[in-house]
């Protein structure tokens, strides 16, 4: 029977697989919320993390690297949201670049960082909590392990009881209803753009800071794709959300315990790819729901053209 102390290190390794999809993730959300369809989370991701890695082994600041990640991976997603919302560019293809930007731009800037390593961004409360196995899955985490779970409230509260999360929501059904009792589409869009840049540029952070303090070209590995179907799994809700980031930490934690344990009658090749198998899957279970398309905002992708 699995020990205790397994069990925690399972749980404490799902958390680490969830955080930084749950970051991501929750920045497309809101992105999305507003009728933008931004494919670039890959591209801001890999930014977020070279730049949090550089500047926290240039100046030794953890801190400054997580600010500086954030900062730019929202320049990078202005860079879309010039070309999606002023010049009104294809929001798909545009996307596609800023992933194609993100992965040559991270390349370059890292190159004189491959195999170097910093110390780890490690728990935020001190040790000695963190003695009982118990505890530990409570207070043996990262700042950003936490930052996740109070964005998670934070978006949510902010999209389902304030003003300016309503005014959000509307701009993202019906641009020009809300353009025309005054609002500022796109003013809301390139702020909603620029909280998803943030947020992919944390969640990258979290690979070169956290999980693997080490810089290696292309090291989310794909992941800010399963971001961004993350938010199509949740139907555009934050709670759905959370709970899908631990659901896919869940198949990603299993990958690495599965080869850990030398499981040889799987090819590691599968175990490897089990993660996007499973993102294929649910977004193929979910296409055939009706009521889950009709969840998505009824702009989404759409270039917002005032009619008067």
């Known amino acids: 029977m699995m020990s205790q102390a397994v069990t925690i290190s399972i749980l404490m390794t799902i958390v680490g697989a969830a955080t930084p999809l749950l970051l991501a993730a929750l920045g497309e959300l809101v ?122 409230i934070g978006v949510a509260w902010f999209l389902a009881r304030t003003r300016a999360g309503l005014v959000l929501r509307a701009v993202g059904e019906n641009d020009q209803s809300a353009h025309s009792i005054g609002y500022s589409v796109i003013a809301v869009r390139y702020a909603a753009v620029a909280f998803g840049g943030a947020m992919a540029g944390l969640g990258g952070a979290y690979y070169s800071m956290v999980q693997t303090p080490m810089w290696a070209e292309e090291l989310t590995a794909g992941r800010g794709w399963i971001a961004l179907a993350l938010v199509v799994f949740a139907a555009w809700r934050p709670w759905r959300l959370l709970a899908g980031a631990y659901l896919f930490g869940a198949v990603m934690t299993f990958e690495l315990q599965a080869k850990a344990a030398g499981l040889t009658a799987v090819p590691p090749e599968f175990l490897a790819a089990l993660p996007y198998l499973a993102t294929i899957l649910v977004l193929a279970l979910i296409s055939s729901r009706r009521s889950v398309g009709a969840a998505a905002p009824a702009c989404l992708g759409h270039p917002f053209k005032p009619t008067a």
């Open 31 to 152: 992105a999305e919320k507003s009728g933008v369809l931004n494919l670039g989370v890959e591209g801001m991701m890999l930014i977020g993390a070279v730049t949090a890695f550089a500047v926290t082994k240039t100046t030794g600041l953890p801190l400054a690297g997580l600010v500086a990640a954030m900062a730019a991976a929202t320049a990078a997603s202005m860079i879309f949201g010039y070309l999606t919302l002023t010049l009104a560019s294809n929001q798909v293809a545009t996307g596609l670049a800023l992933t194609i930007f993100g992965i040559g731009l991270s390349s370059m800037i890292g190159e004189g960082f491959v195999g170097v390593t910093i110390a780890p961004l490690g728990p935020v409360f001190p040790a000695a909590l963190a003695q009982n196995p118990l505890l530990r899955l409570v207070f043996g985490h990262s700042i950003l392990d936490y930052v996740s779970i109070a964005a998670t």
